[in-house]
């Protein structure tokens, strides 16, 4: 079992961790990190226990996940969760913690479980959501471009929204299941249709008085 940290902090992992089952008990036990982004992809252990940067990453999802929650709460179409939510799928031999992710009320019936923690509450959901959102750092770049494109789609996930905020202009795409992989959504002058909500979305960036940048989810 091979385990990648990304910063100078160290995390045991406990050597009984050594599939996908093995990490999900370790996930939900008392031992296992409250910090950090702590994932189990690839047959591996990702570790990333840097901060995140607020202007190109804390930013960025906040302000698209803002949009989403509104517009899923206002359609009453499922489940959309922000950051922090343990997504596992057995199929693609995954447990990851997605920067965002929705579930359609279809696809509570069938294609995803709500899991019980040991201690209390809800603490995962088991299956195939029908959008994640990534939001690429410095440390995620690989995992997030390169793994996890192979990943979610084998997990069967409808949508994958990934966003680098990093360049100018910013990166926005809208990736779509294919029997053959991920493909971009085609842009129409900026805009980006959406089979999942039903809707055409253009994200932009500007700079605020303070000269901090500033970030726009549009939906029509």
Known sequence: MATFLTELD???V?????????FRRWADSEDFPENGRICYFNREVWIDMGKEQIFTHVLVKTRISAVLSQIVE????????????????VDADLAVKPDALFVSTESLADRVRI?????????ELEGSPDMVLEVVSASSEEKDTSH????Y????IREYWLVDARPDPLIFDILRH???GYRSTPKREGWIKSAVFGQSFR???RVNALGHPEYTLDAR
């Open 178 to 180: 294919t029997p053959k």
């Open 153 to 156: 789609w084998e997990a069967n």
């Open 203 to 205: 994200l932009t960036r």
């Open 14 to 22: 406990p050597h009984w961790v050594v599939d996908l089952a093995s």
């Open 115 to 123: 899991l019980e923690g040991k201690r209390e509450g809800y603490v």
């Open 148 to 151: 996890l494109r192979r990943d």
């Open 74 to 89: 206002a359609n009453r179409s499922g489940l959309f969760l922000g950051d922090g939510v343990m997504l596992s799928n």
């Open 10 to 12: 160290r995390v045991s």
